[in-house]
């Protein structure tokens, strides 16, 4: 079945505790990106990544790192999270650019306290 | 800030009538524009996708570009209960391949 997951679905952390969201996709897709999601704010974009090692920034990269080293796997990383990154994130991959149908992931709820 | 404008309703909508959303962008070069649905607690599903003025039709959905207006817009025909959720517009931005920016999200009600 093609998918895009992401691990966790659900994660409550503390300020300054350094984690991962995992999203892998098995559509073997070029392009990838990440966003949140806030009420009253829409979709805004994070990071992108059009290729394996080719990555950008969106409209909201403050606070976060991506990688992306293996076709299938984009991993979001924030190194210090703070309570204004408490927000749902979605992970998205297509077959190249934004030319095409996103697919996007189930979402992980972060919660930093 | 390039921004993209969506009321965010709810639209109210009979059974069986017509929903008409509208989105408009600041990105007078954009090319690309979608609309995504997005059922509460789900994740967005593209619905359509339009690049040249005029209309595009795809059974119950048309959308509608008109770039001299910077305008986008989704009329659901024959609306249906299950066309209840959170309409987003999605324009790809001019600059950057890739970058793409998304609208609040209207959200529709279709009441029986």
């Known amino acids: 079945e093609a998918q895009v997951t992401q691990n966790p679905r659900y994660l409550i952390t503390v300020t300054g505790k350094k984690l991962t969201v995992t999203c892998s996709q098995n559509?073997?897709?070029?392009?990838m990106s990440w966003y949140r999601q806030d009420p009253g704010l829409g979709l805004r974009q994070i990071y992108y990544?059009?290729?394996?090692?080719?990555?950008d920034k969106g409209d909201v990269p403050e606070g976060y790192k991506v990688s992306r080293k293996e076709k299938r796997n984009f991993p979001l990383i924030l190194e210090s999270p703070s309570p204004n990154q408490t927000s749902l994130y979605f992970c998205?991959?297509?077959?190249?650019?934004?030319?095409?149908?996103?697919?996007f992931g189930p979402g992980t709820r972060l919660t930093v306290t | 800030q390039k921004e993209v404008e969506q009321n965010s309703g709810p639209l109210s909508v009979p059974e069986g009538a017509i929903a008409s959303l509208n989105c408009t962008y600041s990105?007078?070069?954009?090319?690309?524009f979608f609309w995504y649905r997005q059922y509460s607690g789900k994740s967005p599903e593209l619905i359509m996708f339009?690049?040249?003025?005029g209309d595009k039709e795809d059974g119950r959905f048309t959308a509608q570009l008109n770039k001299a207006s910077q305008y986008v817009s989704l009329l659901i025909r024959d609306s249906q209960p299950s066309d209840s959720a959170t309409y987003l517009c999605?324009?790809?931005?001019?600059?950057?391949?890739?970058?793409?920016?998304f609208g609040a999200g209207t959200q529709v009600v279709v009441t029986p």
């Open positions: 998205a991959s297509s077959l190249s650019e934004v030319s095409y149908e996103q697919y």
């Open positions: 339009i690049y040249s003025n």
């Open positions: 990105d007078r070069g954009s090319q690309s």
């Open positions: 559509m073997n897709h070029e392009y």
């Open positions: 999605a324009v790809g931005s001019a600059d950057s391949w890739g970058k793409l920016q």
């Open positions: 990544s059009m290729n394996v090692e080719v990555t």
